[in-house]
């Protein structure tokens, strides 16, 4: 397991955030809807969809997501030469971005504290699954471009916080891990890994933030 995460990381990892650091704009957009377009597949499959259902379903997700980033990116590329700039430093811009996602959290773990008697209040209905995927997949693609768009070191430090995030659950988990997280969901994870996963993605990523893209404390403390 650890093997395979190390072979993933050298081979696949690095240079993708290489791309992501040096690549132009429009390379970067096809990276990210290629990545996308893979996870619209598999949760299209997960509902699941079969025959055509499936490929009709993507198709919408990435036409969501397309279509709605061509209609952002004019007003994204005007806000960063304006208003954008005043509303990073007060930090409202992260509240609002903060709030709305949380929103979907609170279903999410809703349905997680309920598994697998969710499954008996719809968690588990096509109809239901459907709308989610757009709910997680199309917003998280905008975002991902928005602060690519910022600047690449932006989009980096997301994915910097997350990897080390998943890297201090792996350890502490394999060190520490006593207590079951979630076993109806999730059985290999557990409460101190979860700990471990937040602390470490706390540090990492407020370094970054700090010492790369010098980021005040105030801030990195809302992010």
Not at 43 to 67: C, D, E, F, H, I
Not at 81 to 100: E, H, I, N, P, Y
Not at 108 to 123: D, N, Q, V
Request: with cysteine; charged share 10%; aromatic share 14%.
């Amino acid at each position: 397991m650890l093997k395979t995460r190390f072979l993933t990381a050298v081979f696949m990892g690095f240079p993708a955030l290489a791309l992501l650091i040096w690549g132009s704009r429009e390379m970067v957009l096809g990276i990210l809807t290629l990545v996308f377009a893979v996870g619209a597949y598999e949760w299209a499959r997960m509902m699941p969809l079969v025959g055509w259902r499936k490929y009709l379903y993507t198709a919408a997700l990435l036409a969501a997501m397309l279509g709605g980033w061509m209609a952002l990116e004019v007003p994204v590329q005007a806000l960063i030469s304006g208003s954008l700039a005043q509303d990073l430093q007060t930090g409202v811009f992260w509240r609002l971005q903060l709030v709305l996602p949380s929103l979907w959290w609170v279903v999410a773990l809703f349905w997680i504290l309920r598994y697998p008697k969710g499954l008996e209040t719809g968690s588990d209905r096509v109809e239901l699954k459907a709308p989610v995927g757009f709910v997680i997949l199309v917003p998280a693609f905008w975002a991902l471009n928005v602060l690519h768009t910022l600047h690449p070191m932006w989009l980096i430090m997301v994915l910097v916080t997350i990897f080390s995030g998943d890297v201090g659950a792996y350890f502490a988990g394999k060190t520490f891990g006593k207590h079951k997280l979630a076993p109806n969901v999730s059985p290999g994870k557990s409460v101190e890994g979860a700990i471990g996963g937040v602390v470490c993605a706390a540090l990492v990523g407020g370094a970054f933030g700090y010492f790369w893209l010098n980021l005040p404390l105030a801030t990195l403390a809302q992010f």
